[in-house]
Structure formats: C-alpha cells, structure tokens
C-alpha cells in the first residue's frame, strides 16, 4: 500500500520548536515533500528532500529523513503564529505518482 | 504566467447532474495531476497525465470520473451523474517533467451537490 500517515494535530507555543512527524510506506520513493495548506488557501510547497539524504536544512526548517523507519520528520524553529497551518507530508511513488498524508493541523500559541 | 487556473471555483449542482472543471497548468509544465480534498483530509489522488497520455489512475475512481488532456494542456474532470458524496474540493496540481517534481497547486473547484 502507499498509505502516508500523520497524527493530527499539534499545539506549541510561540517561540518554541515544532516536530511534525509522518510514515510513509513506500520505500522506492525518490523525494519526499512538506507542503502547507492555511485556512481557505491552496497548497503550497514548504520543503522536500532527496532519498539519499538524511537531513536538509532551509532556514527555521529541518527535515529528517530515516529511510530504515521510513519515517519523515518536519522541525520549525522559534515557530511563529503565521506558522499556523496544515501541514502535508507526501512521497512519490511509481509513473510519478504523489501521495499525500492526511495533515498535521498545527496551532500556534500567542 | 498566472499560476494553474481552475475553472470554476465553485459549483453548485443537483444529485444526478454532470460536471465539468477545467484545469490550466502552467505552460511548460508537462505533467498534470488531479486530487479530491474533502473537509479535514489530505488531498486524494484521481489521476496523473504526462503530456496527454493519462498515465495512472486511482483504483478509487469509480466509472463516473473521467478525466481527459486532449492536446497536452488544460485538462477538463468530469463527474456524471452526481451524488452527494462527490461534494469535495478538487485541485489540480501541475510540474514540469524531471527534477523534484514538485506540484504547483490551483486554487481549486469547490464541488456541492444538493
């Protein structure tokens, strides 16, 4: 199967580090993707990473990559209230196909 | 270039109406993708197009949906005979072939069938 899973939601407060986690089933999956999706916007790309990397750094984001777990992690750093949102985690899988979990909403505490 | 346009954004229909929406992807992206979204859920493959050749199609699909890409660009979705379940967003979502593939999504058709 190619399912993408995600817990649901998460709340930290302002200032403080954010760990959004995913499993992802398909072990051929040559990138792996973070997108966020804000209250009544489209998605859009946050980040990805090569399947032959372990970590990838962008600014306040780290993505972890442990391919024996198959297990995709998303950190945001000093996380901002304009972080709040719904995050995806999404693989590609075969002919191209993209499959997305099913989001992490994620609230941010003033 | 304006993004991917979808067309329209909101629809309003009767059980057992067809629908169409049209998708714009942007221009020299050859691959097109469309995706369900219901409230509180991650956006649901439909189906995949590489130029105008539809290269996978979820097994989800019921005979109902039918998905076309006539001359490699815009492509139109169709639901006939439409049922209340069906009422969902649906996005499509556009890339150019190699690299990341990373999508580049519309803003969406918002489907209601009353």
């Known amino acids: 199967g190619e399912d993408v899973e995600q817990s649901l939601f998460l709340s930290v407060r302002e200032g403080d580090s954010s760990v959004i986690n995913c499993t992802y089933t398909d072990s051929s999956s040559t990138y792996l993707y973070w997108y966020k999706q804000e209250p009544g916007a489209g998605l859009q790309l946050l980040t990805y990473i090569f399947s032959n990397m372990d970590m990838k750094q962008d600014q306040r984001l780290t993505v972890l990559l442990n391919k024996k777990d198959k297990h995709l992690s998303l950190r945001i750093a000093d996380t901002q209230t304009g972080d709040s949102a719904i995050y995806f985690c999404?693989?590609?899988?075969?002919?191209?196909?993209?499959?997305f979990g099913t989001g992490t909403k994620l609230q941010v505490i003033p | 270039d304006t993004g991917v346009s979808q067309d329209p954004r909101h629809k309003i229909t009767k059980r057992g109406q067809n629908v169409t929406f049209r998708c714009d992807p942007i221009?020299?992206?050859?691959?097109l993708y469309w995706y369900r979204q219901t409230l509180g859920q991650g956006p649901e493959f439909l189906t995949y197009?590489?130029?105008?050749?539809?290269?996978?199609k979820s097994r989800l699909l019921s005979d109902r949906f039918s998905a076309e890409r006539p001359k490699g660009s815009f492509s139109t979705l169709e639901i006939q005979r439409t049922e209340q379940g069906d009422s969902a967003m649906y996005l499509c979502a556009s890339t150019a072939r190699g690299g990341a593939n990373v999508l580049t999504f519309g803003a969406g058709s918002r489907l209601t069938v009353l």
């Open positions: 221009s020299e992206h050859n691959r």
């Open positions: 999404a693989e590609i899988g075969g002919y191209q196909k993209v499959t």
């Open positions: 197009f590489q130029n105008e050749a539809q290269l996978e």
